[in-house]
């Protein structure tokens, strides 16, 4: 797992949408629809009618009594956008702090 840790406005989702479209087929995640339908829109004007090739999922339609949280059937590499935002969702609660697993090169 790859982190981008950026502040506000740096281009985090930018360089997200970027991978995904370099990598396809691939899934971004987003923490709702209103962001779903941004990055949508970002694909699209990256990779134009081959968008459909990057599927953009909203977590809160793959929680309880959504389609399911797992990604089953989806193809490709997944890259997560602002996943502070949907771990938190996730738990139901702020997270203080958090780690990670750093992979082994």
Same mark, same amino acid.
């Given at each position: 797992?790859?982190? #981008?840790?950026?502040?506000?406005?740096?281009?985090?989702?930018?360089?997200? #949408? *970027?991978?995904?479209? @370099?990598?396809?087929?691939?899934?971004?995640?987003?923490?709702?629809?209103?962001?779903?339908?941004?990055?949508?829109?970002?694909?699209?004007?990256?990779?134009?009618? *081959?968008?459909?090739?990057?599927?953009?999922?909203?977590?809160?339609?793959?929680?309880?009594?959504? *389609?399911?949280?797992?990604?089953?059937?989806?193809?490709?590499? #997944?890259?997560?956008?602002? @996943?502070?935002?949907?771990?938190?969702?996730?738990?139901?609660?702020?997270?203080?702090? @958090?780690?990670?697993? @750093?992979?082994?090169?």
């Amino acid at each position: 797992m790859k982190f #981008v840790i950026q502040g506000r406005g740096w281009g985090k989702t930018k360089l997200l #949408v *970027e991978l995904a479209c @370099a990598n396809r087929p691939s899934v971004i995640v987003t923490f709702n629809e209103a962001e779903r339908k941004r990055v949508m829109n970002m694909v699209n004007k990256k990779i134009g009618n *081959e968008f459909m090739q990057v599927n953009v999922l909203n977590i809160q339609d793959r929680l309880p009594g959504g *389609e399911g949280a797992s990604l089953y059937g989806t193809r490709g590499p #997944v890259y997560v956008d602002n @996943a502070d935002y949907i771990l938190e969702l996730l738990i139901g609660r702020d997270v203080d702090t @958090a780690t990670f697993t @750093a992979e082994s090169e």
